[in-house]
């Protein structure tokens, strides 16, 4: 069984600064993978970042990053320079294998983006 | 444009009527599913197919039915609705893994359903 805790219902951060998203989860499965989804107003779940369980080097896209703490069992997200368009749902995510593909979602993070 | 089609955006329904949510995708996925999205409950997984013919339940499979006749398409029906069923349902897909990493789902637009 695989499952994800996001302890944070809902964050705000100020215009250009920065912000991180909590995220841990637990697995047996020694190779697995971790995946942070934005949820807009739009309701459209957009993939923001993968990290691939083996890979010790942390996932950056623009100005998202991971911090990857395999030990742990920890995946936060790190926003930088945050933009009004950031505002959304965040939900951190597993797939630890199995025939039935299935990701395991978080409750999910409420982000606001104050100007 | 290519990816994951839902219809309806939107729909009512009354308790006890039927009807199906519609799902596309023009991607060649093998994998297709049904999640649905509740307040404070994340995504929870409905129903799964991993190819044309073969279809398995999710963690929450009751009062929902499947078929996957077609590599392409992937209905939810839903029996007879009932009020625990308004939420936001949410079509995905995924190359099923053959060797190559596992990249995540593309989801579909979402259909928000309220049973009255």
């Known amino acids: 069984a695989q499952t994800v805790t996001q302890s944070q219902p809902e964050m705000s951060v100020q215009e250009a600064e920065t912000v991180t998203l909590s995220c841990t989860y637990d697995?047996?499965?020694?190779?697995?993978?971790l995946f942070w989804y934005k949820q807009p107003p739009s309701r459209q779940m957009i993939l923001v970042i993968r990290q691939e369980a083996y890979k010790q080097q942390n996932a950056t896209e623009n100005r998202f990053s991971v911090n990857f703490q395999k030990a742990a069992k920890s995946f936060s997200l790190k926003i930088s320079d945050s933009q009004l368009g950031d505002a959304a749902m965040y939900f951190c995510?597993?797939?630890?294998?199995?025939?039935?593909?299935?990701?395991?979602f978080g409750k999910g993070t409420l982000l606001t983006v104050n100007p | 444009n290519a990816g994951v089609t839902q219809t309806p955006k939107f729909q009512v329904l009354k308790t006890g009527q039927s009807m199906t949510l519609q799902c596309a995708q023009d991607m060649n996925h093998e994998y297709m599913s049904w999640y649905r999205q509740d307040p404070g409950m994340g995504l929870r997984l409905i129903h799964y197919?991993?190819?044309?013919?073969?279809?398995d339940q999710g963690e929450v499979p009751n009062g929902y039915n499947v078929s996957r006749s077609t590599t392409e398409d992937f209905p939810l029906r839903l029996l007879s609705a009932a009020p625990s069923q308004t939420s936001v349902y949410f079509c995905a897909s995924s190359p099923t893994l053959s060797g190559t990493p596992f990249r995540g789902y593309t989801f579909g637009s979402g259909t928000r359903l309220t049973v009255v």
């Open positions: 197919s991993v190819g044309a013919g073969i279809t």
């Open positions: 697995t047996s499965e020694s190779d697995y993978y």
């Open positions: 995510a597993i797939y630890s294998g199995g025939s039935n593909y299935k990701l395991t």
